[in-house]
C-alpha cells in the first residue's frame, strides 16, 4: 500500500524534473535567439546616445550661437558615416561581415571614449547666459508645455515628410525611369541615382551648420518656416519635373538640403525655450518624434500601391507646408517659459 501511494509522487518528480531538463535546453536554445534578436535592436539606438549627448553639451557651452553649434555637431555626426561608408566595404570584401563589425565597432567605441575624455561640462555663469529670462524646465515640467507637444508636432511632420522622400528615393529613381541615366554636374559624369545618393550627403550635411546659423540672425520660428516651406516646394517640384534625370539630382538635393536642418534648429530651438540646465534630456524627450515619424513612413509604400508616386508627393510635401505654418503662426506666438520670481523674506528690525 504505502509503495502504492508513493507511485504518483514519485511520478510527479519524475515530470518535474523533466519539464526542468526541457526548460534548461529551450532555454540555452532561445539564448543566441534572445542576444540575435534584442542586442541589434539596441546597437542602432547607442549612435543616439552619443548625438544626443554631444548636441546637448554643445548648446551648452554656445548659448548665443546654438544653432550653429547644434549643426556643427550634427554634421559631424553625419559625416562620420560618410567617411567610413568606403572603408567598411573594402573590409567586408575582404574580410565578411563579422570581422569588419567586430573591428569597426572596437575602433569607433575606442574614438568615443577617448574623445568623451575632453567633453567638459560648462561654468554656471556660461550655462546661465542668455537663460535669465528662461526657466530651467525639468523633463517632467517640459511635458506639461504646450510649446513642447507644438514642437513635437512639427518635428513630426517634416521628418515624416522628408523620410517618405528620402528612404524610398531609389525605388523613386526606377519608376520614373532615371535610375540608370548619366547625369554630367559639375565636372562629374554618373547615373543619376548615384549622382543623386552622392551629393544629398554632402547637402545633408551641409544644411546643418548653415540654417542653425542663419537661426542664430532671423530667429528659430522664421528658420523653420523657410526651411520647411522651401522643403514643401521642392518635394512638389520633385513630382513634376523629377522625370527628367539632371532635375531629379537638382531637387532631390534640395529636398536634402531643407530636410537636414531639423537636426540643429529643433535642439537650439528646445534649449532657447525651457533652459540649458536640462537640455539633454529635454531634447532627448523631443528627439523621440523623429522614432514616431519613422512609424509614417510604411504607409507611404501603401499609399503609392493604391494612389501612386503622385499622391505621396502630396502628403510629404502637406505635411511640411503645415508644418512651416505652424512654426510661424503658433509656434511663434506661445511664449517662453519664466522662471518664477524669487520672494525674499522680510527682514524684522532688531529690537
Known sequence: RAKTERQPICTAFRTKNRMQTQTCRVGRQLRPLFCCTCVPGLLPRLPGFVYGTAVGNAVKWFPDRRGFAAGVTAAGFGAGSALTIVPISNWIALHGYQSAFLAFGLGQGAVVLLASLFLRRPPQKVLGAHDGTVAALTPRQVLREPAFWTMYLIFVLVCAGGLMVTAQLASIAKDFGVAGQNVSLLGLTLPALTFALSIDRVLNGLTRPFFGWVSDHIGRENTMFIAFLLEAIGIAALMLVGHDP?????????????????????????????????????????????????????LSAYVQAAYGWTAVFYVASAFNAVAALLALFVLKRIGRAVPEPVVLAAVQPAE
Request: glycine content about 10%; charged content about 10%.
Open 246 to 298: 539632371v532635375l531629379f539630382v537638382v531637387l532631390t538635393g534640395l529636398v536634402f538640403f531643407a530636410w537636414g536642418e531639423i537636426y540643429s534648429l529643433f535642439p537650439a530651438a528646445c534649449s532657447d525655450r525651457f533652459g540649458a540646465r536640462h537640455a539633454t534630456a529635454n531634447y532627448g524627450l523631443l528627439y523621440t518624434a523623429k522614432g514616431t515619424a519613422a512609424l509614417l513612413v510604411p
